[in-house]
């Protein structure tokens, strides 16, 4: 599989487009969505879903343009379902520009089938009530969306966010992955998990096996 990183607005969000031979899947498509599907068209290949790791405004901002252009069924998790049209939990009023997108959403299965792709959804709150992390076992890699990130984890001073249940979700569900999976989080670089059980200061340290 390719995947392709889209750096997105002001907050430089992580949108990513995963390809196969035939199809790709869009995940957290933020702010600069004539960017988004110039790469999208750029593939000449059919987006066959949209998947959001949380629905915090700078992960979903382009939605409305995207799906004008590409009517495929949004998935998100069911305990932020109606965050798209909430400005208050999808965060959008407190950058000053309250944003609020009715869509019906479909929610996540622990085994997801889209298309030609084959993936598991891990629940890992912290960050939002509703954060999801999409492993792809065949692929070695991980899409974290803002859980963890390269040497950092996200924030959990937002709405519905617990710092306790951010480290948890970290050492007990990503941590519990292969140490060689690579991850792809919200914002900054990609990085692995063995990295991040080692160096992060913020949950790292960790004494690991061979």
Not at 44 to 55: D, G, N, Q, R, Y
């Amino acid at each position: 599989m390719e995947i392709t990183t889209i750096l997105t607005g002001q907050l430089a969000e992580n949108c990513y487009l995963l390809q196969n031979n035939t199809q790709l899947l869009i995940v957290d498509p933020g702010d600069d969505s004539e960017k988004i599907i110039q790469e999208i068209k750029a593939t000449k290949k059919e987006p066959v879903a949209i998947l959001l790791t949380h629905s915090h405004i700078d992960h979903i901002l382009g939605l409305p343009e995207l799906l004008k252009i590409y009517d495929v069924p949004v998935y998100l998790s069911e305990k932020e379902e109606h965050w798209l049209e909430d400005p208050y939990y999808n965060l959008s009023q407190f950058f000053g520009q309250p944003f609020s997108f009715h869509r019906k959403t479909f929610p996540y299965e622990e085994h997801m089938t889209l298309g030609t792709f084959h993936f598991t959804t891990m629940k890992t709150p912290g960050h939002s009530i509703g954060g999801t992390t999409f492993y792809f076992k065949e692929d070695n890699m991980a899409i974290v969306g803002d859980t963890l990130f390269a040497g950092s984890i996200g924030r959990s001073d937002f709405p519905t966010g617990n710092g306790a249940t951010l480290i948890k979700s970290i050492q007990e569900k990503l941590f519990s992955l292969p140490q060689d999976t690579k991850i792809y989080p919200g914002h900054g670089p990609s990085t692995t998990i063995l990295k991040e059980m080692v160096d992060n200061p913020f949950v790292g340290g960790q004494s690991v096996g061979k």
